[in-house]
């Protein structure tokens, strides 16, 4: 309904005001606790209304206000990191690998064995070099809702391992959390003397390839912290590189599910006010927005007598995904050009 969707851009909309520098001119509308360190506008801001003209004004202003302050983390609008030029990929583009591959649906088997035999010979390899560290890395993301997200890393060198740590990392998405369990392993890996080439094998490679990219995005702050710790040690002496390695989950390649098994093992209860980002915050818009729809939905004035209800495999009646997906796609049509909407 074109209501709940102008409701959903709206409250992801307000998470935008998190991206403005801190003296953006819109700074001086808002409340002392999003004015940054611009002075508050003489007659139209917040802060000058008494409390009785704050509780009889609404508006896009005051939503926007409240709403960012569930926010807890920190984007970077004028990083120095992520200036043209000073970038890690604009000068050590050369010493920064992807070793991707794409697993189509035709010959997922043959294309998984390939994998399966190039990780191996791989992972035999890098093993042989005492100053070749490599990592798993992996993260949890219970589906509950009740729990918060946990990203590990283990660090191996020489078949050894030498280093393993989980965080908790609040309620975030799980790229979110991908990225925090990328970052703790490359910090910890170029902070060790006779490192001389680092070996990331994740299941994904979205979050590895946005660990080099400092710019405005949820999980900013672990871009930065990788992008600064990369570029140390590059500079520390010539040769190093950095390969991210795609591992197929369903593989349960050892050393990545060693790291899977470690972060899926520690539950943490979310508590009052758990570290949130900034796509978890917007996912949360479009999921609360989805679950009015489907409460809707079942009203039969509103749903109409003539609506073909689909099912699942399971005998539940289907309803529309968090992704906007169409309800046809419980068909298993591969191509959504075969349907018309």
């Not at 979050?207 to 995005?217: E, G, K, Q, T, Y």
């Not at 710790?229 to 590189?241: E, Y």
Request: with cysteine.
């Amino acid at each position: 309904p074109i209501n709940l969707l102008l409701r959903r851009l709206s409250e992801q909309a307000d998470y935008q005001f998190a991206t403005l520098t801190p003296t953006h001119p819109v700074r001086a509308f808002l409340s002392r606790f999003n004015c940054g360190t611009i002075a508050p506008h003489p007659s139209l801001s917040i802060q000058t209304m008494s409390e009785p003209e704050i509780f009889r004004t609404s508006g896009t202003l005051f939503e926007s206000d409240t709403n960012v302050l569930a926010l807890t983390e920190t984007l970077l609008p004028m990083n120095p990191l992520s200036r043209p030029g000073v970038r890690l990929m604009d000068r050590f583009a050369d010493q920064v690998h992807f070793d991707d591959c794409k697993i189509s649906r035709g010959d997922a088997d043959k294309e998984l064995k390939q994998r399966t035999k190039h990780l191996d010979k791989l992972r035999d390899k890098i093993s042989e070099n005492i100053g070749t560290y490599y990592a798993g890395t992996d993260a949890s993301l219970p589906l509950s809702g009740r729990y918060q997200a946990i990203a590990a890393s283990i660090l191996f060198s020489g078949g050894v391992e030498r280093w393993r740590a989980r965080h908790v990392a609040g309620k975030v998405t799980a790229p979110d959390a991908e990225l925090y369990a990328i970052r703790s392993a490359i910090v910890n890996a170029t902070s060790r003397d006779d490192c001389t080439d680092i070996f990331i094998f994740t299941d994904s490679m979205a979050s590895a390839r946005r660990a080099v990219d400092p710019s405005i995005h949820s999980g900013q702050g672990h871009s930065v912290a990788v992008c600064e710790a990369l570029q140390t040690w590059f500079t520390r002496k010539d040769g190093q590189s950095i390969t991210f390695v795609y591992v197929p989950s369903r593989l349960q390649l050892d050393l990545h599910y060693k790291a899977h098994k470690y972060a899926t093992e520690l539950k943490v209860a979310l508590g009052p006010r758990p570290a949130t980002s900034f796509d978890s915050l917007r996912m949360q818009a479009a999921l609360s927005r989805g679950v009015s729809w489907n409460v809707l939905f079942q009203d039969p004035e509103y749903r109409g007598r003539n609506f073909l209800q689909l099912k699942t495999v399971d005998g539940a009646i289907a309803q529309p995904g968090g992704k906007d997906n169409p309800w046809i796609h419980f068909a298993n049509m591969s191509s959504p050009q075969l349907y018309a909407r």
